[in-house]
């Protein structure tokens, strides 16, 4: 089964990137001085003579281009979305900067208006996809701000084009069911329909947009300043944004902007916390493996005065992370589900890391649909958490962390598997070495059940199954180093399965899963992690 879904990954990425690199007609070559070779450079003059440049999570990926914008229109969603947001905009305003050519403002200007005249509104392609769109509008907004005092000027008719365009946009923002309600996706939108609105006046636009923005932070930040679109990587890119909306405004464009401000300032704890011992994000969700920064997004005396305990538990949000810096030791305890966007089925799942990655998960594909991995990214099947006679029936959201008595115990439950209730308590001690998961599972159809639990092992790590002492045994090796073991006295048997570290890698990463099975009706079951 994994080999099939193998090959139709394979396939699915050769079909999808034979569409985007399609020979097109070559553009007439540009000629622009060459004084200068920055990357923004290098971008600007490929774009400028036919070659289409996006930057995905730090890599290039390129595409043909004639000046036809509907040409990309089947290649992959999260490539559709950078060319369509026009996220290369800035590689033309930097181009300008370093080699003082206004040649680079007028090309920038002229790709804005080809896709005005050639993408007419449609809601139902990725030209017009609700954040695509939002992200462009920011992307043209800032392009407009950084060279409206160039010695550059379009014609009264590509001007009334643009204006025009703008306008329709941000009132479909403002006033149209295009918005896409109290999500990340609407709010990105209005930030964007709030920047046409300060700088066109529209005092309107401004209103709505500027009580959605503070509406979306009060409710997808809880009391503890931690994001609940269900994963890491999207609390960055949202405190991001917060980050940028305090920033560029104040009290007299935000009403509550002081309120903001504190949930920001709080984001802190959690933006240190989840991230790893080698400053990189774990696969919780819909993230990729993003080396993160934190003064990016904070200045050094918010950082300097968050919490700073080792064990930190989010208990409305689903966390309860310890983390301890001297040991290089990392251990994330998942429980919750409030919002839907980003949600994987990762109930009572955990990431474990020693001087590296031990226990992880499958980590996320990516959003194109016509990939099987996009939809088995979110399973039960993709996290280290329980399976029920081999495939979980399941509904709610009822999943959470409770509370322990000990700070060296970890507890969660779950209601949403069919029938069952199951509950996990993970004891741990100072540095990681010897680590028990008590899985208590009640039948409440008092039927017998077969339980599968199931243990993700990073790619780093090989796994060779010995009998001691009545015990199963699995121990784990990190290339040639024997770095721990996994003990059970239940049924243990080894699966392959795969690791996406980022997006759409193309082959991804091969691994194994350890499965630990047992059958009965009422079950207290028991696995022990020893590392070195």
């Excluded at 600007?44 to 890599?59: R, S």
């Excluded at 449609?122 to 509008?137: G, Q």
């Excluded at 919490?307 to 994330?332: C, P, V």
């Excluded at 199931?454 to 002492?469: G, N, T």
Aim: net charge negative.
């Amino acid at each position: 089964m994994k080999l099939r879904i193998l090959c139709l990954v394979i396939l699915s990425s050769i079909v999808l990137s034979a569409c985007g690199q399609e020979k097109l007609n070559n553009k007439p070559e540009q000629k622009i001085e060459q004084t200068n070779n920055s990357k923004s450079k290098i971008t600007a003059d490929k774009i400028i003579n036919g070659t289409m440049v996006i930057d995905f999570k730090g890599k290039e990926q390129t595409y043909k281009f004639d000046g036809d914008w509907k040409a990309f229109s089947n290649i992959e969603r999260s490539f559709q979305r950078l060319i369509y947001g026009f996220s290369f905009l800035d590689d033309f305003f930097n181009a300008y900067e370093d080699t003082k050519d206004i040649s680079y403002i007028k090309e920038g200007y002229s790709l804005i208006i080809s896709f005005v005249e050639q993408m007419e509104f449609d809601k139902s392609k990725m030209s017009w996809h609700d954040e695509t769109t939002a992200l462009r509008m920011t992307n043209i907004l800032n392009f407009i701000k950084k060279t409206e005092k160039l010695d550059f000027k379009l014609s009264n008719k590509d001007e009334e084009l643009l204006d025009d365009n703008l306008k329709k946009t941000a009132e479909l923002f403002a006033f149209t069911d295009f918005y896409s309600g109290n999500n990340n996706h609407g709010f990105f939108q209005d930030e964007a329909g709030l920047m046409y609105a300060v700088k066109y006046g529209r005092d309107d636009i401004k209103d709505i947009c500027s009580k959605r923005i503070e509406k979306y932070i009060k409710d997808n930040f809880d009391n503890d300043g931690v994001h609940l679109e269900n994963s890491s990587e999207y609390h960055y890119v949202l405190v991001a944004e917060l980050k940028k909306v305090l920033d560029n405004y104040d009290e007299n464009v935000i009403p509550n902007y002081n309120e903001l401000k504190g949930i920001y300032v709080k984001s802190a704890d959690f933006a240190y916390q989840t991230l790893l011992p080698s400053g990189i994000i774990p696969n919780i969700g819909d993230s990729w493996s993003m080396k993160i920064n934190l003064n990016d997004y904070y200045s050094d005396d918010i950082l300097n005065n968050r919490n700073t305990n080792k064990r930190q538990t989010y208990y409305e949000s689903g966390y309860d992370i310890y983390k301890n810096m001297d040991k290089k030791a990392f251990l994330l305890f998942r429980g919750g589900y409030i919002k839907n966007p980003h949600h994987h089925n990762d109930d009572l799942s955990f990431w474990l890391y020693k001087d590296g990655n031990i226990f992880t998960e499958f980590g996320s594909y990516g959003y194109e649909e016509s990939n099987p991995h996009t939809k088995y990214q979110t399973d039960f099947e993709a996290h280290n958490t329980l399976i029920v006679d081999d495939g979980n029936k399941f509904k709610g959201k009822d999943v959470k962390i409770t509370k322990t008595d000990s700070p060296w115990e970890m507890s969660g439950v779950t209601k949403r598997i069919s029938n069952i209730t199951f509950k996990r308590n993970i004891r741990f001690n100072k540095d990681l070495s010897n680590i028990s998961i008590i899985d208590t599972v009640k039948s409440l159809d008092k039927q017998e059940h077969k339980y599968t639990r199931l243990f993700h092992l990073d790619p780093s790590i090989q796994p060779k199954i010995k009998k001691k002492l009545g015990k199963n045994v699995v121990e784990l090796y990190r290339g040639d180093k024997l770095i721990g073991k996994l003990i059970t006295e239940d049924e243990v048997s080894l699966t392959d399965d795969f690791y996406y570290s980022v997006y759409y890698q193309n082959p991804p990463q091969s691994t194994k899963v350890i499965k630990v099975d047992c059958n009965g009706i009422d079950k207290e079951m028991k696995v022990d992690i020893e590392l070195k």
